[in-house]
């Protein structure tokens, strides 16, 4: 319950207009440990230092719930710029999107925006090799992005395209069982939007049990699941797990974010574990940079304390 309370006052706070025009105005600085720069050239070199130490890369470009179509089209044609980018970089493109940066919820020429965009961006992943996975947002865009993921599936292939789900929604369990026989690619989160209790779980023991319990039940159904966590108890059960139940280090992965545990990406990905950075990068950084600061108490005082110094 404390963990929610928390979670809830830094997200209430730093939807204020004047937080946030404190916090962009001098807190870059800060926000370059968890964001990989403003360019795509800045987001494929981090992703080059990554593989150094053997340690894969999941693309972001940031920005969410964009208004209007044009500022829509514009949006999916930057991912594909960065597709195009890391491909003549030797570089296969893994690439995470939120539909409502590309129009989800918008109607153009009879057909959801978003869709329409996301046939675009998972078409040039699919050409190259790639990955695009569909972020999952609040609440009310489950229903509408499992259902496109969905479609995606049918014409490109799971091996293309994939989802998210959060363990902190109650509905997560029934969704993820719904969606076996896709035998989807998903990678397991623990939400870090501000949700109501009505959906969400407001006690942090009860998203870990049901986080590891979503993670299990996708493996044992024989589906590629995408471990996203720094949380290293759950990451030893999950060690345990596999062991005790013969699954193949190829049939899942562990995901971080860039930025946070560099240390337990290394050494994952020393002991064999397939292990991947999530890499966000862009000018629209801020609501992405407040998630992470509710995440944990600790990172409000590593962000004051660097913006006294900027």
Not at 122 to 130: E, I, L, S, T
Request: proline share 3%.
């Amino acid at each position: 319950m404390i963990d929610q309370l928390y979670r809830k006052a830094v997200l209430t706070v730093s939807g204020q207009k004047a937080v946030e025009k404190i916090v962009r105005s001098r807190g870059w600085s800060v926000a370059q440990r968890f964001v990989a720069g403003e360019s795509i050239q800045t987001a494929l070199d981090a992703v080059k230092e990554l593989e150094k130490d053997g340690i894969l890369s999941n693309l972001d470009l940031l920005g969410e719930f964009i208004d209007s179509p044009e500022k829509c089209n514009a949006f999916a044609d930057n991912v594909l710029n960065l597709m195009d980018a890391a491909h003549a970089q030797g570089i296969t493109p893994y690439v995470s999107v939120k539909l409502s940066s590309v129009g989800q919820g918008q109607t153009v020429d009879g057909e959801d925006l978003g869709l329409t965009n996301a046939r675009r961006i998972v078409g040039r992943a699919k050409q190259y090799g790639g990955f695009v996975c569909l972020d999952m947002e609040d609440h009310p865009r489950v229903d509408i992005t499992l259902a496109q993921l969905r479609t995606l599936t049918g014409e490109f292939g799971r091996e293309h395209v994939g989802s998210v789900l959060q363990s902190y929604l109650y509905r997560s369990e029934a969704d993820r069982a719904a969606l076996d026989d896709l035998h989807p690619n998903l990678r397991i989160v623990k939400g870090a939007y501000l949700e109501p209790e009505t959906v969400a779980m407001p006690v942090k023991a009860d998203v870990d049990a049901s986080y590891r319990k979503l993670v299990y039940a996708h493996m044992k159904a024989g589906n590629y699941v995408n471990v996203a966590t720094h949380d290293e108890s759950i990451i030893r059960d999950v060690q345990h797990f596999v062991l005790a139940n013969g699954i193949s280090k190829d049939a899942f992965e562990f995901q971080m974010l860039y930025g946070i545990r560099r240390d337990l990406q290394k050494n994952l990905a020393a002991q064999g574990y397939r292990v991947r950075a999530y890499i966000p990068y862009g000018r629209d950084w801020y609501a992405y940079f407040s998630r992470r600061i509710a995440e944990r108490p600790a990172n409000v005082m590593f962000v004051l304390r660097g913006m006294v110094r900027g």
